[in-house]
């Protein structure tokens, strides 16, 4: 921030050396000093947005390269930031929890693989990170408002 250093600068200049008119001179230096100080803290506000959104990015990449078994705790520890920090800055920012992030990569990664393998249920519900398949039936069936089975039948008739 250059025209704060060289204001903070003067205004040291002035104090140090006599100068006519100092008093004068200090508070016009102090009032653009100010004025600066105010125009680098809007961009300092913009660059916390940008800094959330950026967390948000590596968030959002991390469920798609993990929505298999992620954890929040384990990406709050890979990324260095609190856990409820994290956790309520997704909230915020993405309208939607961690875990709600994860299911919908899930069902949907579930849905494509229905459609374009001939994997069983059985099989897909383990590939996308699902142990209990009654619960990723209940997932699923929340989700597309038919199960899995009626899912790949509907689109294998599209086809």
Known sequence: ???VQNLIENLIWTLVNEQ???RSINQYTMGLLFLQLMNHTDK????EEMSEQMVIMSVLKYVE???RDGE???LAGLMHYDLSWLSRLIKKQTGKTF???MQIKRMNHAAF???STNLTVVEVCLRVGYENISYFHRLFNSRFNMSPKKYRDFHTKIR
Not at 44 to 47: F, L
């Open 44 to 47: 300092a506000v913009y660059g």
């Open 113 to 115: 693989l229905l459609k």
């Open 72 to 74: 929040l705790s384990d």
């Open 65 to 67: 390269e993990h929505y």
């Open 1 to 3: 921030m250059l025209p």
């Open 20 to 22: 006519n008119n100092k």
């Open 99 to 101: 875990t709600e992030l």
